[in-house]
């Protein structure tokens, strides 16, 4: 084997890890899952609105329909790789983001005197949740990008 021939055969490898990668972020980020991530968002706030027997079925509904949601997002993943710590930490971030989102739209809409603060909070929750997972798609890229590179 030439040095020419170990180069061409590395690049190759580089090339498809980096597509590799950019299947991954891309998968992460389809608009089904993205829709229906910010549909669960809007019903769970909406459902502290409802009275309790309806509340607990509407929560548990949706747990397990995320649950679901989460098992086949997983299934039909082209590529499968164990996430790292810092894409971890960014997702419990951006969690912990949508839920402050969540939080200041309730109280936002209570001190307007808005009926229904919580349909009002979902719906900017879900908003919120969208636009996140799209203005975030080349961080995460980059993170996936940074911790294939070690």
Excluded: C
């Amino acid at each position: 084997m030439t040095s020419y021939d170990a180069r061409a055969a590395l690049d190759a490898i580089h090339h498809h890890q980096e597509q590799t990668r950019d299947a991954y972020v891309r998968h992460g980020s389809k608009l089904p899952y993205m829709l229906f991530t910010a549909l669960v968002v809007f019903g769970y706030s909406a459902a502290f609105e409802l009275p309790n027997p309806w509340r607990t079925l509407i929560l548990l509904a949706g747990s397990a329909l995320m649950t679901g949601m989460l098992f086949v997002h997983q299934r039909r993943a082209p590529v499968r790789r164990k996430p790292s710590g810092a894409e971890w930490a960014f997702s419990l971030w951006l969690g912990g983001f949508v839920t402050v989102v969540l939080v200041a739209a309730v109280i936002g809409a209570r001190l307007l005197g808005l009926p229904e603060p919580g349909m009002v909070a979902g719906a900017v929750g879900a908003v919120a949740t969208l636009v996140a997972g799209y203005a975030t798609r080349p961080i995460v890229k980059a993170i996936t990008r940074r911790d294939g590179h070690r």
